[in-house]
């Protein structure tokens, strides 16, 4: 009997996507066969694997290959979208790469004949969706997983016309899904309205995985040359002004000997502007380049606090957001700022402290009190905490709606690790 076959669908790169690399690398070991189909970040098509999944990468969205080009036309978008927002806020805008990305990614659903389409966010349903459509009229019946990674009302990016016709979009393709898939409880509360619907939606968290964990090839205090006595102050994952690592660098003017270390893309231009505005703290802000997600749980073990020091926007108060859990499986203490989900959930762990966004000064007495016993927040990461914030757990309910949905019952394969077979891939 042939295994069933999941299309997971999503506009980035893929290898920067910790929750549908897990996705794919669990269906893939549970006996599904699985294609992510993603954005190339070049012009040309690119392939490789993540376990037994096979990732497609083709050029769902414009490729430049000259900085300044990119700029300029991110910038000339911006001007048009604001044009649009101010004097044509009632027109409908188009959904962005809808065209483009349905006719290169529905050939390959046409072959593979998936029995689940599983689309990543809202930006993808849309593509999904139509998709689907195409694969009924073909005489071939699937399954729409709708994965809400984000409430889209609380996207702050988003211009209030595009925020309406994705939602729009939502409200349609959700009608049709077999399962609509959320990061967090306080999203789920939120879903329910926004998209019409009666069921709550299945809770998927985004935690980090257990056992497919590996040692980091690299060392977070060699890579800052520092040594074991030095505390570290860690913050892994995207940068942006909302993200408040200035609130950080703010502190550690008044923490002396306590260093700062973000892990990030060194040409994101945000790192690139606190490096500049922070210059005179260059011998403690350290800016490491990305490990493997596999790998980043261990080189994160090497710090002493994990930050998450974000502003209060929508999407944040209501979630548990990827690092948090990797901080817990790091056995770090979490300092977070007071976002409703996860200062709740530090003060019901006892696992770190909570402080007042944006406030330097409340953040150096919760640094304070965290360096004066670290270990009396780590000795709460019993393995039945580390339990309830892993993969493996979120990975037990999501093929279990998948078999349900489908009705089928596949074979396990043998634990493949979880790693990209092309190391080009990362580039």
Known sequence: MANP????????????????????????????????????????????????????????????????????????????????????????????????????????????????????????????????????????????????????????????????????QEITYVAKSAAVLSVSEGMSDLLIPHLKISKRP???????????????????????????????????????????????????????????VVVANPANQTVKDLQAKYANLSERFHVQSYVPNSELVSYLSGATVGLIPILHKQNHEISLITKFGEYMQARLPILVSDVRTMAAEVRRLGNGEVFIAEDVADFIRAVNLILMNPARYSAVYTDAILRERSWELQAENLLRIYNEIANVKPVARALKPFTISDPQAHQ
Request: hydrophobic share 45%; net charge positive.
């Open 5 to 168: 076959r999941a299309l997971h669908i999503v506009l980035n790169g893929v290898t920067e996507d910790s929750r549908v690399l897990k996705c794919a690398w669990s269906l893939g070991n549970a006996g599904w066969d699985v294609i992510v189909c993603g954005a190339a970040p070049k012009l040309a098509s690119d392939t490789f694997e993540i376990g037994y999944a096979k990732v497609i990468r083709v050029p769902l969205k414009p490729v430049f290959s000259y900085t300044v080009l990119a700029k300029l036309l991110r910038l000339a978008r911006r001007v048009q979208r604001r044009i649009v927002e101010k004097f044509f806020g009632k027109a409908k805008p188009a959904v962005p790469n809808l065209k483009r990305a349905v006719e290169l990614i529905t050939p390959i659903a046409l072959e593979f004949k998936p029995d689940v389409i599983h689309a990543h966010d809202y930006t993808a349903l849309p593509i999904a969706g139509l998709i689907l459509e195409t694969l009924i009229n073909n005489g071939h019946h699937a399954k729409l997983v709708y994965d809400a990674h984000e409430y889209v009302p609380g996207v702050s990016h988003l211009t209030k016309p595009l925020a309406n016709i994705y939602t729009e």
């Open 202 to 260: 299945e809770l998927v968290a985004n935690d980090p995985l257990v056992i497919g964990q590996q040692p980091a090839k690299r060392n977070l205090r060699h890579d800052c040359g520092l040594d074991a006595s030095v505390p570290i102050l860690i913050y892994s994952g995207a940068v942006a002004p909302q993200r408040g690592i200035q609130t950080a660098l703010e502190a550690l003017k008044d923490l002396p000997g306590v260093h700062l």
